[in-house]
């Protein structure tokens, strides 16, 4: 497994990596015991690249995105790690230059957009304190780039006086992700931006993130919705059990699964395109406190081997993809 | 801000309800509970004449349903009627009398009740789970539970009787009185720039207030501590984070969301004020309305003892009122 | 019929009210030292002619003479043992407060669950007028009370009961309110359980333990009240032993120093509220866990 990462390093060393995560591990302290929500989890993303994360609910996907943002609370903690944003690693940042990071470099969309936003003040005032927390400018001024930030996100200016409750879901959506891009951060974090919205607002959500693309920004999409991911995004990763089982080029991945869970879950995707019977994956993600032994995934897995019963699988590169799975070996 | 206005009005009009059930509280306790209240307020050695002339001075022999509208309709117009002692001086001019000396103890005890449980209370919740969040419960728990004259007179034998350097009665020294405006002593000194009266009624506000303010803080301890914990895992003050705003702005805007239950509670307590300000009152010698209540009660004045009352009830309904007020200012999502 | 709704139902009641004897239950603590206190001074009350050293209405030692071997908290201006009164002192307090409870639960607990069950009209005006009792100072519609009735024990059991109604009333409502629309009710009225059985059966058990809590709480409150209408001259005369009283006979003799007549009786009754909040917070704690953390 040491050599697959240097494999992956060595990959992308020196090219337009923006984010490079190095081994890293995110864990619950519980009263149960430790939950490794997070685990020894490596991954790259470039310059304007829109990479897809996917993964069933419990995977530990917001974890590995609160990592980055360096947002985990206790009884969470960043274990070990390394988490290089544009060449300095953020987990060794003082706790001010990581604020600074927060809102200016990387910004973030949540899941909820009903509950996101503060309800006593605001939208104006909620913009502009954000980017006044940034730059050094007037209130006035602040104000009209609200303005210019909401018509961005396809909201009218004059918003900027609503309180959010006076807004719908989708709406707020947008003023949070006008929050988000305040600062013009070239790494945009979504955790599932649009799945408590319904289906044509979430088209219209995910369109201002390709436009947030195509101004040159990276972005990392969070989401449980495979055909979304494959949709949208130029690379997809997908995580199950605080793992990154598989990686690699969104139409490859798409057309030829390697790893037996991103099998399932395509083959779950209800969608005509992919011309597939639904079929849905047996059981539940593990435990993550009492993980099964081996890999993880064998107990749901229909190809395991007693290999996957006893020992870890590798993370294998196969043709541009990475897979962590013992039928490769 | 229309909407506001509409808002208000409304509010304003509920008031009405409320102070028609209030006063038909009062008058049913006054007037229709088992006994017949000039009696019992008389005792039995008083020669039935002189009961007789009681009841007619206070109204009470015409039938129940007459004494009733009268009742409501002289409260409407302001007329509580006459004190049946004393040169028969009308009611609320002898409230009035009485009234600031309530309103300034009760001000003060407010303000500082609030001040320390919001500041016990935020100390709690940002150090949950510590030592200090557990004493501060703790605290809670116990200022909750202080029987006010018992903690107003072990201040005064501390600070009045040992150490002698605070007063242990009245409100102000004699022969200082401010010149009289508003009759709140502490307002009226600062009026006319007379800096003994200030001085004087302060130190006499001191220990009252302090008495009436930590016995009510508790309530806001635990209501400012589980509301600010709440508020801290609310997914807008991890936004707040994420997008690099400030540890002590993001704290300012959970107060601001914790607070709002809080002044809810601000009417509730209030009332617990007064009934306690009543305490307090006899305990420190404070001419207010409740020694007010307490003497005329014992003096047998019928019309002085409903007047207090009805006063009380409609100083309620007003502060219930200016809390919705208030609640609607701060909090956007009531008044749109 | 006895479904096994019914069963489970009752059984999880009883988990839920017997959860403060879990080890590792929050709030536990809170309960346990409210528990010790409220018992110590219920035993003291029970046996009271059996502890106090002396009788606590005639003189005992010299008048005002402070704490000593003979007299372990000193004797007030008229030469009685003020231990003595405080152990007597315990009686009425406790009598009132807990007849007053009882009166008021039995009438706020009824009205409230059939106001909060039927909703409508009838169930606007009560709560409005219950809403308007509860806004109004609960010691000085006390006061009122006992003034019009006259100072005795059984009239201040009137006064504190009047004044407490509203405060089950709310709670029960606001209880039935959330409870009537949840799925077992819904279970039970599909299959074809009448009004009565539904309040009775499946209401009234599970807004029990919010109901202890609000019983323990609000009885703190009511010994502040009895206290307080005590000290004020509503409930006892001379020379009845009571806290509230007794700390009021104490008053005038303060500004000379003599802090032994204040201090116990009014520590007492502070002591006894204490208890019951602990008891209610503690409890609330553990029936509600997670809420406190
Ligand atoms: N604050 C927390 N305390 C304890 N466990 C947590 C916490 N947050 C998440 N977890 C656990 O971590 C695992 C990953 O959660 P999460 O990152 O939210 O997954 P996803 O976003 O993929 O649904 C889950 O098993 C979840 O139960
Ligand atoms: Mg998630």
Redesign the interface.
């Known amino acids: 497994m040491m050599v697959a990462i240097a494999e992956i390093a060595e990959r992308t060393e020196g090219n337009d990596n923006v984010l490079k995560i190095r081994n890293l591990s995110t864990h619950y302290f519980s009263r149960r015991g430790v939950l490794k929500a997070v685990d020894r989890v490596s991954m790259d993303l470039k310059k304007q690249e829109f990479v897809g994360i996917v993964g069933e609910s419990g995977c530990g996907k917001s974890t590995l995105a609160f990592s980055i943002?360096r947002?985990i609370q206790p009884p969470g903690k960043i274990v070990e790690g390394e988490i290089l944003f544009n060449g300095k690693d953020l987990l060794k940042l003082k706790d001010e230059e990581m604020?600074?990071?927060?809102?200016?470099e990387i910004?973030?969309v949540?899941q909820?957009p009903m509950?996101?936003?503060?309800?006593?003040?605001?939208i104006g005032d909620q913009i502009v304190?954000?980017i006044q927390?940034?730059e050094d400018i007037g209130k006035n001024e602040a104000l009209e780039k609200a303005m210019k930030l909401l018509e961005s996100v396809g909201l009218p200016g004059d918003r900027v006086n609503y309180?959010p409750?006076?807004l719908s879901g989708g709406q707020r959506q947008r003023v949070?992700i006008a929050?988000?891009i305040?600062l013009n951060p070239t790494l945009l974090i979504a955790d599932e931006p649009t799945t408590a919205l319904d289906v044509i607002v979430q088209e219209k959500i995910m369109e201002i993130l390709q436009n947030m693309k195509e101004e040159g920004r990276s972005i990392i999409l969070i989401t449980h919705d495979f055909s979304l991911a494959a949709e949208k995004s130029d690379r997809i990763v997908i995580m199950y059990a605080g793992w990154i089982v598989e990686m690699g080029d969104s139409s490859k991945l798409v057309k030829e699964p390697m790893h037996p869970y991103t099998e399932g879950l395509l083959e779950s995707v209800p969608d005509i395109w992919l011309q597939k019977k639904i079929k849905t994956m047996p059981g539940f993600p593990p435990d993550l406190i009492n993980p099964p032994s081996g890999c993880k995934f064998h107990p749901r897995c229909p190809h395991a081997m007693e290999v996957c019963k006893r020992e870890e699988p590798p993370l294998i590169g196969v043709n541009e993809r990475l897979v962590k799975c013992w039928l490769y070996k | 801000m229309a909407s506001l206005k509409a808002y208000i009005a409304t509010r304003a009009l509920l008031v009405i309800p409320t102070v028609i059930i209030l006063l038909t509280l009062v008058f049913f306790i006054l007037r229709i509970l088992p006994g017949d209240p000039i009696a019992s307020m008389v005792g039995q050695k008083v020669p039935p004449e002189v009961l007789e002339r009681l009841r007619e001075e206070a109204g009470l022999n015409k039938p129940i349903f007459v004494q009733y509208f009268e009742y409501l309709f002289n409260i409407l117009h302001g007329d509580f009627g006459r004190s049946m002692i004393w040169g028969k001086r009308p009611v609320i001019a002898e409230i009035m009398d009485r009234f600031p000396a309530t309103l300034e103890l009760t001000i003060f005890g407010f303000i500082l009740s609030v001040l320390i449980g919001v500041f016990t209370g935020s100390i709690a919740a940002f150090k949950r789970n510590s030592k200090l969040d557990a004493s501060m419960r703790i605290y809670s728990i116990i200022a909750y539970s202080l029987f006010i004259p018992w903690f107003g007179m072990v201040l005064q034998m501390i600070f009045g009787v040992y150490l002698k350097i605070l007063p242990i009665a009245g409100r102000i020294a004699p022969g200082v009185e401010p010149e009289r405006i508003t009759t709140l002593y502490v307002l009226d000194s600062i009026l006319t720039l007379n800096f003994d009266a200030l001085s004087s009624s302060l130190i006499h506000l001191f220990l009252p207030s302090l008495t009436l303010g930590i016995v009510l803080s508790g309530a806001y301890t635990r209501l400012v501590r589980n509301n600010l914990i709440d508020v801290l895992s609310?997914?807008?003050i991890?936004?707040?984070?994420?997008?690099?705003?400030?540890d002590r702005?993001i704290a300012l805007?959970a107060m601001?969301?914790a607070f709002?239950p809080v002044i809810t509670l601000m009417g509730l307590q209030f009332a617990i004020l007064l009934a306690g300000a009543v305490l307090t009152e006899t305990t420190f010698s404070w001419p207010g309305m409740g020694t007010f209540l307490l003497e005329r009660i014992q003096y047998r004045d019928y019309n002085s003892v409903q007047g207090a009352i009805v006063f009380y009830a409609l100083f309620v309904a007003l502060i219930s009122l200016v809390v919705d007020i208030i609640y609607a200012l701060?909090?956007?999502?009531v008044r749109? | 019929m006895k479904g096994i709704g019914d069963t489970m139902e009752v059984k999880n009641l009883a988990t839920r009210i017997f959860r403060p004897i879990i080890p590792e239950a929050e709030g536990r603590n809170m309960v346990i030292a409210g528990l010790i206190i409220v018992i110590v001074i219920l035993l003291m009350a029970i046996l009271a002619d059996l502890i106090a050293p002396y009788n606590p209405t005639k003189l005992a030692g010299r008048p005002l003479s402070p704490p000593s071997l003979e007299n372990p908290m000193g004797t007030d201006n008229l030469g009685r043992d003020i231990l003595s009164r405080v152990i007597h002192g315990s009686r009425i307090v406790l009598v009132v407060v807990f007849s007053a409870a009882i009166v008021s639960m039995s009438i706020g607990v009824p009205i409230g669950l059939i106001s909060g069950y039927f909703g409508g009209k009838l169930d606007r005006a009560i709560s409005m007028i219950m809403d308007s009792m509860y806004a109004f100072p609960s010691l000085i519609l006390a006061i009122a009370i006992a003034a019009v009735l006259g100072p005795s024990v059984v009239n201040a059991v009137v006064a504190i009961s009047v004044v407490y109604v509203p405060t089950y009333f709310r709670m029960v409502r606001g209880q039935t309110l959330s409870l009537k629309s949840r799925l077992f009710v819904e279970a039970a009225r599909a299959a074809g359980a009448g009004n009565t059985r539904i309040m009775s059966r499946y209401i009234f058990p599970n807004l029990v333990t919010t109901a202890i809590v609000v019983f323990s709480l609000s009885i703190a409150d009511a010994i502040l009240t009895e206290a307080g209408l005590s000290f004020l001259g509503f409930i006892v005369t001379a020379p009845t032993p009571d806290w509230g009283f007794d700390l009021s006979s104490g008053r005038p003799y303060l500004p000379s120093g003599y802090w032994w007549m204040i201090t116990f009786p009014g520590f007492m009754v502070m002591l006894l509220a204490l208890g019951f909040a602990l008891i209610g917070e503690g409890l609330s704690e553990v029936y509600a866990p997670g809420r406190e953390r």
């Open positions: 943002m947002l604020r600074k990071v927060r809102g200016k910004g973030m949540f909820d509950t996101s936003l503060d309800p006593l003040e605001k304190e954000t927390m940034h309180y409750h006076q949070m929050l988000a305040a | 609310q997914d807008y991890t936004a707040y984070k994420a997008r690099g705003v400030k702005k805007h601001k969301n709002i701060i909090d956007p999502r749109y």
